[in-house]
C-alpha cells in the first residue's frame, strides 16, 4: 500500500517540487496550496499524512494543525511541519501544536522522505519497511545488511545499532549521553568517549572511496545523520 501524503505549501514552485519529489519516492500525493482547500481535500479522503507548511495565508499552518487535530477523522493522522529558518523547530515543539515532527526549510528531498518515513513507522507500524534509506546509504533490516551505494559495508553490532538510530531519525543532532542510552541502553556503565570512538569506526567503515561523510558533528552537542556533512 503506498502511503497517501497531503501536502500544504502555497508556494507554487516549493508544492511542485514536494509533488514532484514525493511521488518519486513511492508516495501518492495530494496538494493544496491553503487550509480551506487542504480541508476540502481532507473530507473526500483521509491522508496518511499531513506535510504541512507553517506559514501560510489566511488559516495558518499552526491552525490548520489544531484544527486537524480536533477533526475525529484526522486527530491522530501524523503532521510534519515546514519551518523557515530562524523559526526554531525547538521553541515550536514546545507550542501546543500537536505536530509530529519539523523539517526546516531548505531541506534535501532526501531528508524529508526519511523523515516522512520515519514518522509513519512511528505512527503507523503497518508502513514500516524492512528498507531504511539516507542519501546513498541503504540498510536492510531482513538481510540484515548495509550497502554505500551497490558496495556492501560492514559494521560490528554496536556501529550497526548506532546507523540504524541515525537513519531512523534523519537531520536530528543527538548528545552522546541520548545516544548511549538508546544505542547502548541505561544499564550499561560506559563512559561517553566509547560514543566518540564508535562513530569515528562508523565514519570509517562509511566513508568509502570518496563518498561524501554524512555523519556530522556538532560542537558540544552531539551527532546526527545529515546531507549537510557533505559540504
Ligand atoms: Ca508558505
Redesign the pocket.
Known amino acids: 500500500m503506498r502511503p497517501f501524503i497531503l501536502v500544504v505549501?502555497?508556494?507554487p514552485p516549493l508544492q511542485k517540487l514536494l509533488a514532484y519529489n514525493l511521488g518519486a519516492a513511492g508516495f501518492e500525493v495530494a496538494a493544496a496550496f491553503d487550509g480551506e482547500e487542504a480541508i476540502t481535500l481532507l473530507e473526500e479522503r483521509t491522508p496518511d499524512l499531513v506535510l504541512l507548511?507553517?506559514?501560510?495565508p489566511q488559516l495558518s499552518g499552526l491552525e490548520l494543525c489544531r484544527r486537524l487535530r480536533r477533526r475525529q477523522t484526522t486527530a491522530h493522522v501524523p503532521i510534519i511541519m515546514l519551518t523557515a529558518r530562524g523559526e526554531e523547530p525547538d521553541r515550536l515543539r514546545g507550542l501546543d501544536t500537536g505536530a509530529d515532527d519539523f523539517i526546516t526549510k531548505p531541506f534535501s528531498p532526501a531528508e524529508l522522505v526519511a523523515r516522512i518515513r520515519a514518522v509513519l513507522r512511528r505512527v503507523r507500524p503497518a508502513f514500516a519497511e524492512d528498507v531504511l534509506e539516507f542519501h546513498d546509504l541503504r540498510m536492510d533490516l531482513a538481510a540484515h545488511r548495509i550497502y554505500r551505494g551497490e558496495q556492501e559495508i560492514h559494521l560490528s553490532p554496536t556501529e550497526f545499532r548506532l546507523l540504524r538510530h541515525f537513519l531512523e531519525n534523519p537531520g536530528r543532532v543527538f548528545s552522546r549521553n541520548q545516544l548511549l542510552d538508546r544505542v547502548w541502553g541505561t544499564d550499561l556503565d560506559i563512559e561517553l568517549r566509547t560514543v566518540d570512538a564508535t562513530i569515528r569506526r562508523l565514519r570509517r567503515a562509511l566513508n568509502i572511496e570518496d563518498r561524501p561523510d554524512l555523519l556530522r558533528t556538532v560542537r558540544a552537542e552531539g551527532y546526527s545523520l545529515d546531507q549537510t556533512a557533505c559540504a
Not at 507548511?53 to 501560510?56: A, E, S, T, V, Y
Open positions: 505549501e502555497d508556494e507548511d507553517w506559514m501560510l
